[in-house]
């Protein structure tokens, strides 16, 4: 490869995808026309929305009685939408604060009506999540909301919080798709494309089709789920060509093996890293403890900001771009989305060795 790609999202894409998109790119199967030309209202591009749709819920291991949507806004976008659609007046909803996602996704649905905080790790710097005793959910909430994976702490969940009958709803943007979960915990899960998907541009939202039936009509039609369900999310114009790169993706991962396989090697190229790091005895510092550490966004520290800086000129000059840690934290982040491949993290972890051999 040109260079090792570890950035958080916008992200590394599987170059079988990129091919193929460039090879149709200028005349979509005998149309004539670019993908990027075509009508959203076309029979081909009809075609991919419904496919799309499709291998996303079999990859889920969904059935009809759940929906996808193709909307814009990115994640943070469903972070108002969810709470209008759901949290109407009376009503209380629980959040699960594990990280900074979590903690703008509380944010907005405060501005729209009554929310709890059913557990925080904050006090920890968000370094794990909540055990199951610590999660203190009301009786009968709207809805409980978590990250699934915390992209810029690098915690992430392993076994989901006891929700009994409540409507659980999960951002899944950062780890869509890149291990087998069990999808019918959930009412609603989504995930903006940007990391595990394809390209920025679209979000995916996927939901029990009587869950998404409950807005209030006293919000904007472009704002209710039920608008967009019932158009096939094709209510407005769609984001087609990230729609058409997610189908592509969508394929690939199925010729991969399916998210079996994907989060074996997952899970491989995590421990790995995490190894690396834990044998450095102390260059390298993990920041999430070993039982919420995220497969997909490995976190760590240096000793100070002197080190880390020069870690990530060295680094960018070796080839490995994208390791900075979010400007909101700092230190050194690699995103290890489905794309990334075992060469990569083996690449990256020999460069740590020889840096820290060298400055340690
Ligand atoms: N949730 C998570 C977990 C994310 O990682 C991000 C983006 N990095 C967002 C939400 C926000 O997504 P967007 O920028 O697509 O609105």
């Known amino acids: 490869p040109m260079v090792y790609n570890f950035n958080a999202g916008p ?11 460039q090879a149709e790119l200028r005349d979509y199967r005998g149309t004539g026309m670019s993908i990027l030309e075509l009508s959203h209202r076309s029979a081909e591009y009809e075609a991919i929305n419904a496919e799309a ?9 969904l059935g009809d009685e759940y929906r996808v949507l193709f909307l814009q806004g990115g994640a943070s976008l469903q972070f108002a939408m969810i709470p209008l659609n759901f949290l109407h007046p009376g009503a209380v909803a629980d959040y699960l604060l594990t990280g900074a996602w979590s903690e703008k996704a509380l944010a907005e649905s405060a501005t729209v009506g009554e929310v709890r905080i059913a557990a925080s790790t904050r006090a920890g710097g968000y370094r794990e999540v909540p055990r199951r005793a610590e999660v203190a959910l009301a009786d009968a909430p709207a809805y409980v909301h978590l990250t699934s994976n915390e992209t810029i702490h690098g915690v992430q969940w392993h076994e989901w919080p006891d929700c009994g009958e409540r409507p659980l709803i999960a951002d899944m943007s950062s780890d869509i798709l890149s291990r087998p979960i069990d999808a019918r915990r959930f009412a609603l899960l ?30 904007p039609a472009i704002l209710r789920y039920a608008t967009h369900a019932k158009a096939d999310s094709l209510y407005n114009t769609p984001p087609s060509f990230a729609v058409y790169l997610i189908l592509l993706t ?6 991969e093996g399916g998210i079996e396989a994907l989060g074996e090697r997952n899970s491989h190229k995590a421990a790995t890293l995490y190894n690396a790091i834990d044998a450095s005895t102390g260059f390298y510092r993990g920041h999430a403890t070993p039982q919420s550490r995220s497969l997909m966004n490995v976190t760590f520290r240096l000793a100070n900001d002197a080190d880390e800086k020069r870690f990530l000129a060295e680094a960018t000059a070796a080839g490995f771009v ?6 909101s934290v700092g230190g050194i982040r690699a995103s290890l989305y489905n794309a990334m491949t075992i060469e990569g993290v083996n690449a990256l972890t020999g460069f740590m060795g020889d840096f820290a051999r060298r400055r340690g």
Not at 53 to 61: D, E, Y
Not at 250 to 255: D, N, P, V
């Open 322 to 327: 994208g390791l900075a840690g979010h400007r």
């Open 190 to 219: 989504y995930a903006g494309a940007q990391k595990n998907l394809g390209p920025a541009g679209a979000t995916i939202v996927v939901a029990r089709a009587d869950f998404l039936d409950r807005a209030p009509d006293t919000i």
């Open 53 to 61: 749709q499709s291998r996303l819920k079999s990859l889920l291991g």
């Open 11 to 21: 992200a590394i894409l599987p170059p079988a995808v990129l091919a193929e998109a």
């Open 250 to 255: 969508l394929r690939w991962i199925e010729a």
